[in-house]
């Protein structure tokens, strides 16, 4: 079984920036896509970036040129550093995992820009 713990969200102004860490267990995920989603109140959930095996990357639009993901498959972790951070980037973060046909998720972090 998966597990995912996501970490680093907070509160921060407008402009300023977080790291949001996610640290798997249960299984090497190296082979496997790592991701970020995120949900803000009333909306739905949408892709924020995704990370494939082979390093290559997926953004959303809203998001290109201000987040990058990024994964340390020694210690089964992957990264979310988010810049020029906007009050539209609040949501819960949440850290997926896709192993084989089956998304895992994390229970998601808070992250609040302030204007």
């Known amino acids: 079984q998966v597990q995912l713990v996501e970490s680093g969200g907070g509160l921060v102004h407008a402009g300023g920036s977080l790291t949001l860490s996610c640290a798997a267990s249960g299984t090497n995920l190296s082979i496997y896509p790592m991701g970020w989603y995120r949900q803000a109140p009333g909306e739905q959930q949408e892709l924020v970036a995704v990370m494939y095996s082979g390093g290559q990357t997926i953004y959303a639009d809203s998001v290109k040129g201000r987040f990058t993901i990024s994964r340390d498959n020694a210690k089964n972790t992957v990264y979310l550093q988010m810049n020029n951070l906007k009050p539209e980037d609040t949501a819960v973060y949440y850290c997926?995992?896709?192993?084989?046909?089956?998304?895992?998720w994390g229970r998601g972090t808070q992250v609040t820009v302030s204007s």
């Open positions: 997926t995992a896709r192993v084989m046909l089956v998304t895992f």
